[in-house]
């Protein structure tokens, strides 16, 4: 008995481990924000027909769940989403949880389509930003992360509008402090309060490091 009590564990986590290496993982499951953890604001987060509304003041949804312990390394996050007009989002990556403030840690990767703000979708936003806008407002679209060694690919409904190698960019003086890839969760933005952004999903895939 304690022998197969002991061959259960072991599957059980074998699979825990090998659903967490290399298969898309929902970090959203489409009914509340079981998982994540929001700072200042958490007025501005609702999930409203199994959608996340991110309506109102400045606020962060960080997730602290337990896929890969919230602490990725090289990964892939996809995001459906859908921003209404004037609206200013961000999806973080290797961040960490901030009760107050724009997030000190990591990279955030630009959600804009007609805000004020010139850096558009796609931008690692002021590291290397995109000017061009490829998809409209109110309309669903895919925002795919992918974070491997020093290098952050970002690509909208599969086209690639941005790669950036942190190793190469000869722009980084000073102290940058801890905005650069490391390790981390991953957040997303309440921006203000006229913007209106929704979020349909937001996958995980882990890869190797």
């Not at 602490?71 to 996809?78: A, L």
């Not at 690919?153 to 190793?167: A, L, P, R």
């Amino acid at each position: 008995m304690k022998t197969l009590l002991t061959l259960l564990c072991f599957l059980a986590f074998s699979f825990s481990v090998s659903a967490q290496s290399g298969d898309w993982i929902e970090l959203f499951n489409g009914k509340n924000l079981d998982g994540w953890k929001i700072s200042e604001n958490s007025e501005s987060f609702q999930v409203e027909d199994g959608v996340i509304k991110v309506a109102g003041p400045r606020g962060h949804a960080f997730y602290m769940g337990e896929v890969a312990s919230h602490d990725f390394n090289n990964f892939e996050v996809i995001a459906e989403v859908k921003t209404m007009p004037g609206a200013n989002s961000g999806i973080f990556i290797h961040t960490e949880y901030q009760e107050g403030g724009w997030p000190n840690v990591g990279y955030e990767i630009q959600v804009n389509q007609s805000h004020t703000d010139w850096r558009k979708t796609g931008s690692v936003y002021s590291f290397q930003d995109v000017k061009d806008v490829y998809v409209k407002d109110g309309e669903w679209y895919t925002e795919h992360i992918i974070v491997e060694g020093d290098i952050v690919t970002v690509k909208i409904n599969g086209e690639t509008v941005n790669v950036y190698d942190q190793s190469k960019d000869e722009n980084r003086k000073g102290d940058l402090g801890v905005k650069k890839v490391d390790h981390g969760t991953i957040a997303l933005q309440a921006h203000d309060p006229k913007s209106v952004i929704y979020y349909k999903s937001v996958k995980v895939k882990i890869l190797p490091d």
